[in-house]
């Protein structure tokens, strides 16, 4: 179940050792990757997108026999009553604050600064979030922006102290804002975000915003 990387890895492997497999591609036919443009991060792969990276997949799994049904599962002990196995490969979607920010996936908004820090050279960024990953994110982002400040809804970070250390030693890299929220994104692609800052309503120019406040995995369903 997936069509994603994870999914599509395990087809071909499968598939190979001639088990007939059939990939079934869900809600969001070859997964996550779909989403975003050039791949930077894959070893051996220059120049490709994600879409023909995953389509590259599909056609590598369909090669040794895969089948893939455009189908998304609701009914696992069907499933398991049709094969004699089910792998599982269903992703986790990142989790959303629900104030529109999908319609800014590729122009500015992302969930992933590793993937696409890049784009984001001389730009004003926000990450949102103050756990390992928000940190994490706002590291690898002060190699690209001009400015990188986190939005943090508390007072202190949930992170781990030594990441914690890697904000309190660089403030000249990364800002904090405590006691904030995101409460919307204006622009054709982000050109500015409106914070709720204790209370106080305030609007800051932004290039980007990257979310980095957990995943879900989307396996709630099974439960
Ligand atoms: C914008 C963006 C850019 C990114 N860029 C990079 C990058 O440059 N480099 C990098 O390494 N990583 C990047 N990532 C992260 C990468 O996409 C994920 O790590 C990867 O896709 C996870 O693969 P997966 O197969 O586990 O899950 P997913 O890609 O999430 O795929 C899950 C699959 O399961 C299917 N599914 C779910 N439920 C069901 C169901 N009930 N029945 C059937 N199918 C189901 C979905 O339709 C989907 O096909 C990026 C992510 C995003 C969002």
Wanted: glycine fraction near 12%; proline fraction near 3%.
């Amino acid at each position: 179940m997936g069509s994603g990387p994870a999914g599509l890895s395990a087809a071909i492997y499968t598939s190979r050792a001639q088990i007939e497999t059939v990939v079934y591609a869900g809600e969001e036919p070859g997964g996550q990757l779909m989403k975003t443009t050039e791949i930077e991060n894959y070893p051996g792969l220059m120049g490709k997108t994600g879409p023909e990276l995953m389509l590259t997949m599909t056609q590598q799994a369909q090669k040794f026999g895969t089948k893939i049904g455009y189908e998304t599962v609701i009914d696992l002990a069907k499933l398991r009553s049709e094969y004699e196995g089910v792998i599982l490969a269903m992703g986790a979607h990142p989790r959303l604050l629900g104030i529109g920010e999908e319609k800014y996936w590729g122009k500015g908004f992302s969930t992933c600064a590793v993937c696409d820090g890049a784009f984001y050279r001389g730009k004003e960024v926000y990450v949102v979030g103050g756990g390992d990953a928000a940190i994490e994110d706002a590291w690898a982002l002060t190699k690209f922006a001009s400015h990188v400040t986190m939005i943090v809804r508390g007072t202190e970070f949930r992170a781990s102290k030594i990441m914690q250390k890697r904000v309190s030693d660089n403030p000249d890299k990364i800002k904090v804002k405590w006691k904030t929220n995101l409460k919307a994104i204006n622009g054709e692609k982000v050109e500015s975000l409106v914070l709720d800052v204790e209370g106080r309503e305030e609007v800051v120019e932004a290039q980007g915003v990257f979310f980095a406040i957990g995943h879900i995995p989307a396996t709630g369903w099974l439960k």
